[in-house]
T-cell receptor, first 112, second 112 residues
């Protein structure tokens, strides 16, 4: 089954404790991206990747890192999480640019 | 600056009637528009799209209309069914860009 898999689904952590949210897709997609969803703001792009070893910032990259060492995986890293990073996070992939995106089920992060 | 706006946070429609969801945009360079549907605890799923060279696209019960002069997009669902109850996001992108810009979302409730 074609899918984008994110883990974990729920995460509660404390300020400053490094964490990684994993994302994997099995569709051989070139393009992958991370979004965060906040009330009243829709989905905003954090980082994206056009291919292996090619990543770039989206609209809200501060406080986040990503890597793309393999085509299928695109982890999101929060080196020192802060409460304003409490949000619902989605990983997505597509065949080309930012067209028809396939989304993961989301990761609800709470930073205390 | 919100480039894509969905001004109705919620909409309630009787089962069997037409649902009309609206979306306005400000960037005249947008050339590709999409609608996504999101159920609770799931990621958004692609519903229907339209490119700027067309003014209408149909897929079963779903039709998207594009009015480029008014910078306005709408999604019509006919007839509405209880399973259509979800949050709907419109999104847009411009050629060469590496992100979709999303609206805030509209929560559609279909009443039996």
């Amino acid at each position: 089954e074609a899918q984008v898999t994110q883990n974990p689904r729920y995460l509660i952590t404390v300020t400053g404790k490094k964490l990684t949210v994993t994302c994997s897709q099995n569709m051989n997609h070139e393009y992958m991206s991370w979004y965060r969803q906040d009330p009243g703001l829709g989905l905003r792009q954090i980082y994206y990747s056009m291919n292996v070893e090619v990543t770039d910032k989206g609209d809200v990259p501060e406080g986040y890192k990503v890597s793309r060492k393999e085509k299928r995986n695109f982890p999101l890293i929060l080196e020192s999480p802060s409460p304003n990073q409490t949000s619902l996070y989605f990983c997505a992939s597509s065949l080309w640019r930012a067209g028809k995106l396939f989304f993961g089920s989301g990761t609800q992060l709470s930073v205390l | 600056d919100q480039q894509v706006k969905q001004n109705s946070p919620s909409l309630s429609v009787q089962e069997g009637r037409i649902s009309i969801l609206n979306c306005d945009y400000t960037n005249s360079m947008f050339d590709y528009f999409l609608w996504y549907k999101k159920y609770p605890a799931e990621g958004p799923t692609f519903l229907i799209s339209i490119s700027s060279i067309k003014d209408k696209n149909e897929d079963g019960r779903f039709t998207v209309f594009l009015n480029k002069s008014a910078k306005h997009l709408s999604l019509h669902i006919v007839p509405s069914q209880p399973g259509d109850s979800a949050v709907y996001f419109c999104a847009a992108s411009e050629e060469g860009a590496q992100k979709l810009v999303f609206g805030q979302g509209t929560r559609l409730t279909i009443n039996p």
